[in-house]
């Protein structure tokens, strides 16, 4: 079955450092894997996707994230931490089922940012 | 906001009421998606569409009942519910449900609570 964890239920840094959510998956066959971010009382936005192609994947709002398939991977990271990245994020996998794509996510690691 | 608009944002109802959220993209896309989110839980897919007809069903009680006019609107009509039914509950929509690039893009949600 197709699957990701987040490890970490939250993650505390401060503003200006590097920040990385980490996520693990467990697919068969090539993962298509997704990162979310969903702010206080919204839905979640899409930050940036893996495919196929170069591990390093740029996102929105200046976040990355590494795909490692030997370590079946990809966390996401962001050089320098803002306030305003506070939030929840949510790594998904993508999975097949004959009619539809269907989008598996994972709990969730809350981000904190401080000053 | 994503294109993605839901209503109501909040919604109490007793356990004998019959209420409908709904759900409206303005982004030209074939596929759209109903979840639940509750608290320390991964987002549960509870239905799809793609070009208004039902292509996922992940087990989801009959008390929710989906419908989907067009490939505009999304409702889930809602009856008889139980208290452990009142979470956030997520629209998406997509290109298409079956694409491997596409990624879904969410609503705000609507917070029911059942009393």
């Known amino acids: 079955a197709q699957s990701v964890a987040q490890p970490e239920d939250q993650v505390n840094v401060a503003e200006g450092n590097p920040l990385t959510v980490k996520c693990t998956y467990s697919v068969s066959g090539n993962p298509y894997l997704f990162w979310y971010v969903q702010y206080p009382n919204r839905g979640l936005q899409f930050l940036l996707k893996y495919i196929t192609g170069d591990n390093l994947v740029k996102g929105s709002y200046g976040f990355e994230a590494e795909f490692n398939k030997s370590q079946t991977s990809f966390h996401l990271k962001k050089p320098s931490a803002l306030v305003s990245d506070s939030a929840l994020y949510f790594c998904a996998v993508r999975k097949y089922t004959g009619t539809a794509s269907k989008l598996t996510f994972g709990t969730g690691t809350r981000l904190q940012v401080t000053l | 906001e994503t294109g993605v608009t839901q209503t109501p944002r909040h919604l109490v109802m007793g356990m004998t009421n019959k209420k409908s959220l709904k759900c409206e993209q303005h982004l030209g896309h074939n596929a759209m998606y109903w979840y639940k989110q509750s608290a320390k839980k991964p987002l549960e897919l509870m239905f799809v569409y793609s070009l208004e007809e039902r292509v996922e069903n992940n087990s989801v009680p009959s008390r929710f009942s989906p419908e989907c006019p067009n490939s505009s609107h999304l409702f889930l009509h809602l009856h008889t519910l139980q208290p452990e039914d009142s979470a956030l509950y997520l629209c998406?929509?997509?290109?298409?449900?079956?694409?491997?690039?596409?990624?879904?893009?969410f609503g705000p949600g609507t917070r029911l609570t059942v009393l």
């Open positions: 998406a929509s997509s290109q298409d449900a079956t694409g491997s690039y596409n990624e879904q893009f």
